[in-house]
């Protein structure tokens, strides 16, 4: 004998039927998972790669012991990029080890040497007032001495006192003519090169050394 199918429940007229969800209508796994998309790298200033160059040259000062020439660097960075706010947290740092560092009393020199050498970081450095200070105590002492009159026309011509830079460097080049082909080439009197007499004091013809010590030493006649 035949089984007799169960008929099917009847759907009531306020009842939807229940449907098997569609794979489709999933959320897939990709979408649930995806977070906010990643930042994008901040766009550097124009003047960026200009103000680390100067702290840059800043730290070669300090790591040189040139103190006063790393003040300066440092302060060129707070004063021309005040919007370079992440070095500036560093500069003051290292300007706070520079004003430690030059207020410490360092011992005047007293020799020659320790003068000249003096200057030399003083001239560097750009501090001309000190140099030329250092070097008339040379010359004072020594007024024949070559080198401190040489340095003497470098800080003068700096200064932009001609006048007395080709003074001063016709003496070094009579005391000893080899300073005449170092003045030639020398970077650092560059401002005297259009000056008549600069140029005289290159082309002129070199003195026996015992004439050109007495034209050194004699007083000028009044």
């Known amino acids: 004998m035949a089984k007799q199918r169960r008929p ?16 489709e209508d999933r959320p ?5 998972q995806s977070g906010p998309p990643a930042p994008q790298a901040p766009v550097r200033r124009s003047t960026y790669v200009e103000a680390v160059s100067v702290y840059e040259r800043g730290l070669e000062a300090l790591q040189r ?6 003040t300066e660097l440092f302060e060129t960075v707070l004063k021309q990029f005040p919007e370079e706010k992440e070095l500036h947290e560093r500069v003051r740092l290292y300007l706070n080890i520079c004003q430690r560092q030059t207020s410490r009393r360092e011992p005047e020199p007293q020799t020659i040497e320790e ?9 560097n450095g750009g501090r001309y007032d000190e140099a030329l200070s250092q070097l008339h105590l040379v010359r004072d002492e020594d007024p024949d001495n070559d080198h401190a009159l040489y340095m003497l026309a470098v800080a003068h011509a700096q200064r932009g006192e001609l006048v007395e830079a ?4 016709m003496r070094a ?6 300073n005449r082909s170092l003045a030639r ?8 090169r259009a000056d008549e007499s600069f140029r005289s004091a290159l082309e ?19």
């Open 8 to 23: 099917s429940k009847p759907v009531k007229d306020n009842e939807k039927p229940v449907s098997s969800p569609n794979i």
């Open 28 to 32: 897939t796994a990709r979408a649930s």
């Open 65 to 70: 012991h040139d103190y006063h020439a790393a």
């Open 115 to 123: 003068r000249l050498f003096a200057s030399t970081l003083a001239i």
């Open 166 to 169: 080709v003074a001063h460097l």
């Open 173 to 178: 080049i009579a005391v000893n003519p080899e």
């Open 185 to 192: 080439h020398d970077p650092d009197l560059e401002p005297l």
């Open 204 to 222: 002129a013809l070199r003195l026996p050394r015992a004439e050109r010590r007495r034209s050194v030493r004699s007083p000028s006649r009044r």
